[in-house]
């Protein structure tokens, strides 16, 4: 009964096991569906992303950190750009709080060439070529509300403000650039953000005289916004203070001139300030087609930089799309192959678990075999022997029973023959 109950009991756990283990698979089977479903909506999205690139044309310049313009076509994947916040943050200074966009170094991590329609984007500050799904950053007014945002295009219109961050240089190598280099990496000094001021500011400081003179000449030809005033020291001559305040003016004057002292340090002048600023932005004046041309699908980690002097927003990069629907389907399959893995041990151990116990109860049932084979018949043996040990003691007792009856005969007889001579003998006497 014992080894029954063990094996009817074996059974039902078995039982239970398998229903679960089904359950489990069937659980698995509906996460893996949803998951690839999931995993394919993805792709799909990230393809139709990717049908509506925003590129600019591929000789728009594109402003690089060491403050120098390259065409859009002709970045790599590494280079380092000028770029700001993809959207405004709140910020905490002096006791105020405001909401705006800074600038912010960006790396290239995709960039491609192809064909596609452009659409001709004029301002009074300079126009751009790009696709129609490209975003340019516009502020209208809704309302009460006259935030910049993200806008497309083929949906901006003629009066729309979008935001100018800087003027588009070249390298200056006239006598006269040079001269000026040299002026400002001897006596120029350059405040950044790191002072008790929230921006950067560019001052030469020089005597009245014939330097100072062509100071004022050259500056006011190259950053108009130049402040000239007059700046006395006790016991010194009189001397002019040359003054640049604006972020964009001082990062072209260094970046047309290129101070070799002040190039070192130029990352200091805009990064973590606000982007534009006073007389920043620009209206659009018009938006007409441009027939069709080589665009730069260009991509970066702040997904912005700046285009023709224009803050722009990143494209979403077909390249890059690929490359995370790769690591998407790789993730996947090492979820699949570690779920198998793992659903493989699991059943291995259930087998390994449900074989040991079919092996002891064969085990138990060959040992309770091996006990009515052995041990039965030695207790048959053993009634046996008390049998034949009953059936002797009983044949003695009848033995002795017997024998005790003839002496008790031989004895009567001896005592009636002794009788019977008495008696004869008695007669003859008389």
Same mark, same amino acid.
């Given at each position: 009964?014992?080894?029954?109950?063990?094996?009817?009991?074996?059974?039902?756990?078995?039982?239970?096991?398998?229903?679960?283990?089904?359950?489990? !698979?069937? =659980? #698995?089977?509906? +996460?893996?569906? /949803?998951?690839?479903?999931?995993?394919?909506?993805?792709? %799909?999205?990230?393809? *139709?992303?990717?049908?509506?690139?925003?590129?600019?044309?591929?000789?728009?310049?594109?402003?690089?950190?060491?403050?120098?313009?390259?065409?859009?076509?002709?970045?790599?994947?590494?280079?380092?750009?000028?770029?700001?916040?993809? !959207?405004? =943050? #709140?910020?905490? +200074?002096?006791? /105020?709080?405001?909401?705006?966009?800074?600038?912010?170094? %960006?790396?290239?991590? *995709?960039?491609?060439?192809?064909?596609?329609?452009?659409?001709?984007?004029?301002?009074?500050?300079?126009?751009?070529?790009?696709?129609?799904?490209?975003?340019?950053?516009?502020?209208?007014?809704?309302?009460?509300?006259?935030?910049?945002?993200?806008?497309?295009?083929?949906?901006?219109?003629?009066?729309?403000?979008?935001?100018?961050?800087?003027?588009?240089?070249?390298?200056?190598?006239?006598?006269?650039?040079?001269?000026?280099?040299?002026?400002?990496?001897?006596?120029?000094?350059?405040?950044?953000?790191?002072?008790?001021?929230?921006?950067?500011?560019?001052?030469?400081?020089?005597?009245?005289?014939?330097?100072?003179?062509?100071?004022?000449?050259?500056?006011?030809?190259?950053?108009?916004?130049?402040?000239?005033?007059?700046?006395?020291?006790?016991?010194?001559?009189?001397?002019?203070?040359?003054?640049?305040?604006?972020?964009?003016?001082?990062?072209?004057?260094?970046?047309?001139?290129?101070?070799?002292?002040?190039?070192?340090?130029?990352?200091?002048?805009?990064?973590?300030?606000?982007?534009?600023?006073?007389?920043?932005?620009?209206?659009?004046?018009?938006?007409?087609?441009?027939?069709?041309?080589?665009?730069?699908?260009?991509?970066?980690?702040?997904?912005?930089?700046?285009?023709?002097?224009?803050?722009?927003?990143?494209?979403?990069?077909?390249?890059?799309?690929?490359?995370?629907?790769?690591?998407?389907?790789?993730?996947?399959?090492?979820?699949?192959?570690?779920?198998?893995?793992?659903?493989?041990?699991?059943?291995?151990?259930?087998?390994?678990?449900?074989?040991?116990?079919?092996?002891?109860?064969?085990?138990?049932?060959?040992?309770?075999?091996?006990?009515?084979?052995?041990?039965?018949?030695?207790?048959?043996?053993?009634?046996?022997?008390?049998?034949?040990?009953?059936?002797?003691?009983?044949?003695?007792?009848?033995?002795?029973?017997?024998?005790?009856?003839?002496?008790?005969?031989?004895?009567?007889?001896?005592?009636?023959?002794?009788?019977?001579?008495?008696?004869?003998?008695?007669?003859?006497?008389?």
């Amino acid at each position: 009964r014992r080894v029954n109950e063990s094996i009817a009991s074996e059974g039902r756990r078995i039982n239970e096991q398998m229903v679960l283990r089904e359950h489990y !698979e069937e =659980e #698995l089977r509906v +996460a893996e569906a /949803k998951r690839i479903d999931a995993n394919r909506a993805g792709d %799909a999205a990230a393809v *139709a992303t990717a049908n509506e690139r925003a590129c600019v044309s591929f000789d728009t310049p594109i402003l690089c950190a060491d403050l120098i313009w390259r065409q859009a076509g002709d970045l790599t994947v590494g280079d380092e750009l000028i770029a700001f916040d993809e !959207e405004a =943050e #709140l910020t905490k +200074a002096n006791g /105020k709080t405001s909401r705006g966009r800074h600038y912010r170094k %960006a790396i290239v991590i *995709a960039n491609s060439l192809k064909k596609d329609d452009l659409l001709l984007v004029t301002t009074p500050k300079g126009a751009v070529k790009c696709n129609p799904q490209h975003p340019w950053l516009v502020k209208r007014i809704h309302g009460h509300d006259i935030r910049w945002r993200w806008i497309q295009a083929k949906y901006l219109r003629v009066g729309d403000e979008v935001m100018h961050a800087v003027d588009v240089w070249t390298v200056d190598t006239s006598y006269e650039a040079g001269w000026l280099a040299g002026i400002i990496d001897g006596e120029g000094c350059l405040t950044d953000k790191s002072s008790s001021r929230n921006h950067s500011r560019l001052t030469i400081t020089q005597a009245d005289g014939i330097v100072s003179d062509v100071i004022g000449k050259v500056m006011m030809g190259r950053i108009s916004s130049t402040k000239i005033t007059p700046y006395q020291i006790k016991n010194r001559k009189a001397a002019k203070r040359f003054v640049v305040a604006a972020t964009a003016d001082i990062m072209k004057i260094i970046g047309s001139i290129r101070p070799s002292r002040m190039i070192g340090r130029s990352q200091r002048i805009w990064d973590g300030l606000y982007i534009g600023g006073t007389g920043r932005s620009t209206t659009v004046t018009s938006i007409d087609t441009f027939g069709s041309g080589t665009i730069a699908s260009l991509a970066t980690d702040t997904h912005t930089y700046i285009a023709a002097g224009f803050a722009m927003h990143n494209t979403q990069q077909a390249a890059v799309l690929a490359s995370q629907m790769a690591t998407m389907v790789e993730n996947t399959r090492a979820l699949v192959d570690a779920n198998a893995a793992a659903s493989s041990q699991q059943l291995q151990s259930a087998i390994t678990a449900t074989n040991e116990r079919l092996q002891n109860l064969e085990k138990m049932g060959w040992e309770g075999a091996g006990k009515e084979k052995y041990s039965d018949p030695a207790l048959v043996n053993l009634v046996e022997q008390v049998r034949l040990l009953t059936s002797g003691a009983a044949t003695n007792s009848g033995k002795g029973q017997g024998a005790n009856a003839l002496w008790g005969y031989i004895v009567g007889g001896i005592g009636l023959l002794a009788l019977v001579i008495d008696l004869v003998s008695r007669l003859s006497v008389k």
